[in-house]
């Protein structure tokens, strides 16, 4: 009687939880997941500025000499793999944003489907418990054989055992719901999520495998640059107190340009003249270079098929989610059907539970038989949570392959 009582204060109204707190759970992984976002975002927005300050002072036999200036480098496959970085931030963030509701909602159906399976074990107990004292008496009176009072005997350590497992499923339940914050009993109600129309392009499977296939053709093109001259062009300028140095470049990676300032150095004295060598003087370059390695033509040829296989794989993965997706809309649709039919077998179990108790009050049926109309009760409302279970784990998988949200409806 004890454990049906504490079983019955985790059922009560005012200690129970439901869908809208699980609803509103949020893990620490979402932090974690937002500043990974964060530094990604930062990371791209410096990253595409592609500049390089610097800064250098230095003493050299007794003289002082300084220099500042930057470089800037703009790299085609770096600037998209930055991209791709947040876009993938991006889908890690709203996947920990789902998982914290999934779990908590998973452990609420959890702990209302073991509360129903531990309360309608123990109404199994109760009426094994009398059908022995039953045959007991019978027995006295040689109605029946030991052997029959043997086999209601093992019944009840049946009901037992499974009054202990029960419990066992329902601690272990309640652990899992306190994981989210979610104190006492399960509430006993479900909701209904809204499932919007996704195009199999959002999924984050096919997002992967497009980033994939990105990053696969930018690096298919800068071997293909690779192949070409490498071009830089420079200017620089030797004054009495200063030096200016710049220049412009193109290479496999992309263009690029730098420019500094900095000390003169010492130049060699003109004996005619008195003054420096070189000094307040222009000088112009230009340069082309192809470096052709022995691997060059059979590597670009490696990283082409590499890239096919990246767009194979990307037209596989929109295949495949379009598929899935019909499958999982379609598994939410069957589950949100089989919760409403498993409610109204309920609404029958309790009516039947109803009618055996008016019987008891006329003596036309037994207390076994109300005990195991109430089991019978409970063990319809595991099921409907059992269902509740089903349903979430279906609208949960469209969600992650629709890269969508939970929205009650």
Same mark, same amino acid.
């Given at each position: 009687?004890?454990?049906?009582?504490?079983?019955?204060?985790?059922?009560?109204?005012?200690? !129970?939880?439901?869908?809208?707190?699980?609803?509103?759970?949020?893990?620490?992984?979402?932090?974690?997941?937002?500043? @990974?976002?964060?530094?990604?975002?930062?990371? /791209?927005?410096?990253?595409?500025?592609?500049? +390089?300050?610097?800064?250098?002072?230095?003493?050299?036999?007794?003289?002082?000499?300084?220099?500042?200036?930057?470089?800037w480098q703009y790299s085609f496959t770096a600037q998209s793999d930055l991209r791709l970085?947040?876009?993938?931030?991006?889908?890690?963030?709203? #996947?920990?944003?789902?998982?914290?509701?999934?779990? !908590?909602?998973?452990?609420?159906?959890?702990?209302?489907?073991?509360?129903?399976?531990?309360?309608?074990?123990?109404?199994?107990?109760?009426?094994?418990?009398?059908?022995?004292?039953?045959?007991?008496?019978?027995?006295?009176?040689?109605?029946?054989?030991?052997?029959?009072?043997?086999?209601?005997?093992?019944?009840?350590?049946?009901?037992?055992?499974?009054?202990?497992?029960?419990?066992?499923?329902?601690?272990?339940?309640?652990?899992?719901?306190?994981?989210?914050?979610? #104190?006492?009993?399960?509430?006993?109600?479900?909701?209904?999520?809204?499932?919007?129309?996704a195009a199999p392009e959002r999924s984050p499977a096919v997002q992967e495998a497009q980033?994939?296939?990105?990053?696969?053709?930018?690096?298919?093109?800068?071997?293909?640059?690779?192949?070409?001259?490498?071009?830089? &062009?420079?200017?620089?300028?030797?004054?009495?107190?200063?030096?200016?140095?710049?220049?412009?470049?193109?290479?496999? #990676?992309?263009?690029?340009?730098?420019?500094?300032?900095?000390?003169?150095?010492?130049?060699?004295?003109?004996?005619?003249?008195?003054?420096?060598?070189?000094?307040?003087?222009?000088?112009?370059?230009?340069? @082309?270079?192809?470096?052709?390695?022995?691997?060059?033509?059979?590597?670009?040829?490696?990283?082409?098929?590499?890239?096919?296989?990246?767009?194979?794989? &990307?037209?596989?993965?929109?295949?495949?989610?379009?598929?899935?997706?019909?499958? +999982?809309?379609?598994?939410a649709a069957l589950g949100l059907e089989s919760l409403d039919l498993n409610r109204q077998?309920?609404?029958?179990?309790?009516?039947?539970?109803?009618?055996?108790? /008016?019987?008891?009050?006329?003596?036309? &049926?037994? /207390?076994?038989?109300?005990?195991? &109309?109430? /089991?019978?009760?409970?063990?319809?409302?595991?099921?409907? @949570?059992?269902?509740?279970?089903?349903?979430?784990?279906?609208?949960?998988?469209?969600?992650?392959?629709?890269?969508?949200?939970?929205?009650?409806?």
């Amino acid at each position: 009687m004890k454990r049906l009582w504490t079983i019955l204060l985790l059922l009560s109204p005012g200690l !129970a939880f439901g869908p809208g707190e699980a609803l509103r759970y949020q893990g620490p992984e979402v932090e974690t997941a937002r500043a @990974a976002l964060e530094a990604a975002r930062a990371r /791209a927005g410096l990253g595409s500025l592609g500049l +390089t300050p610097n800064l250098e002072a230095a003493r050299n036999d007794g003289t002082n000499s300084w220099s500042a200036g930057a470089s800037w480098q703009y790299s085609f496959t770096a600037q998209s793999d930055l991209r791709l970085a947040v876009g993938r931030a991006e889908r890690q963030f709203r #996947q920990a944003q789902r998982d914290g509701p999934k779990n !908590a909602l998973q452990a609420h159906a959890g702990l209302w489907l073991a509360q129903g399976r531990a309360a309608g074990a123990q109404k199994r107990l109760e009426a094994a418990r009398a059908r022995l004292q039953a045959a007991d008496q019978r027995l006295g009176l040689g109605a029946i054989t030991p052997s029959q009072r043997e086999e209601v005997g093992l019944a009840l350590r049946q009901a037992e055992l499974g009054v202990r497992q029960a419990e066992n499923g329902l601690r272990a339940a309640q652990a899992e719901a306190a994981r989210y914050g979610l #104190q006492g009993g399960a509430e006993a109600r479900t909701v209904r999520f809204r499932l919007l129309e996704a195009a199999p392009e959002r999924s984050p499977a096919v997002q992967e495998a497009q980033a994939a296939l990105v990053q696969a053709q930018a690096r298919l093109d800068e071997a293909g640059r690779a192949l070409i001259p490498q071009l830089n &062009a420079g200017a620089s300028y030797v004054g009495r107190d200063l030096q200016l140095q710049s220049g412009l470049s193109w290479n496999a #990676q992309g263009p690029g340009a730098n420019v500094s300032v900095g000390s003169a150095p010492s130049l060699p004295t003109s004996p005619v003249t008195g003054q420096a060598i070189g000094q307040d003087q222009w000088k112009l370059s230009f340069g @082309a270079r192809l470096t052709l390695p022995l691997e060059a033509i059979p590597g670009l040829s490696q990283v082409q098929a590499e890239r096919d296989a990246a767009g194979l794989r &990307a037209q596989r993965a929109l295949e495949d989610a379009r598929l899935r997706l019909t499958q +999982t809309r379609n598994d939410a649709a069957l589950g949100l059907e089989s919760l409403d039919l498993n409610r109204q077998r309920l609404e029958l179990a309790r009516r039947q539970q109803t009618l055996v108790e /008016a019987r008891v009050q006329t003596g036309a &049926a037994s /207390a076994v038989e109300l005990l195991e &109309a109430q /089991a019978g009760a409970l063990e319809a409302e595991a099921t409907v @949570a059992q269902a509740w279970q089903t349903y979430l784990t279906a609208v949960s998988a469209y969600l992650d392959l629709s890269d969508g949200e939970w929205s009650v409806e």
